[in-house]
């Protein structure tokens, strides 16, 4: 099947023929990464219907590969089908990422005293309005990028997030005894780099709350536990566990 569909790419690269197998197998390979890639609900949201979702994607995919068919038959690519595969699963992400029916987070930055750093707490959105599956899709799309790009401020970031969410006393485990103000400085260093990190993923409120909610399971709740067993072995402490 893979042979003859990569014949009939072929030919529709040279020719412009499209067949009707080669258009049925394209439209069952679409509704298999829609499968695969979003749930029913975030289809429906995005393109609204599944059937809408197959013509939309197949119109775009075949017509970018009319388009760069020159190119793309200079390169003499073998594995036609896997390109095709590749364009149908890149367009559907692009989609459920397209901004066109977002409304963004805005993230103020300013933490200088207790209340401006209620006031950006409160901007954090810890817990989203509404359990969207679009939302979820899109933070477990961006949180190896999150970890990345906070790299070595896992602490300061629990403390914080944990200070929204939890009391003060269960935030204190990822101070590692911090003044107040040192907290705040490093708080409000924080800000700025998450508004900036949303505002450039233009991700929405929330897509950002599913986001910290899969950070802090993935990241704070795994190094918890070597906070606490550091505090209690700490000078402190008197050097042994409680």
Known sequence: MSKKLNREIREFL????????????IRNMIELAL???ANHAA????????????????????????????????RKIENLVGYVKISVKN?????LKSGWWKKKVSLDSKLNSDEDEKSFTETIPIESDSEDPLEEFVA?????????????????LCDLFYKKTFSDEDADIFSSGKSTQARYKSHERLAKKLRDFVEKNDLTRGEFAALVKIYMSEICEKIRPDMVRD???????????R
């Open 14 to 25: 040279e020719n412009g023929i499209l067949s009707v197998s080669l258009e049925r197998e």
């Open 35 to 37: 499968k695969e890639t």
């Open 43 to 74: 289809i429906l949201k995005v393109f609204g219907s599944k059937k809408a979702a197959v013509d939309e994607i197949f119109q775009e995919v075949m017509g970018v590969f009319w388009e760069k068919r020159n190119e793309i038959l200079e």
């Open 91 to 95: 367009r559907i992400v692009d989609h």
């Open 140 to 156: 477990k799309m961006m949180f190896k990028h999150m970890k990345d790009v906070f790299k070595g401020k896992e602490k300061d």
């Open 231 to 241: 505090e209690r072995r700490s000078p402190d402490s008197g050097g042994a566990d």
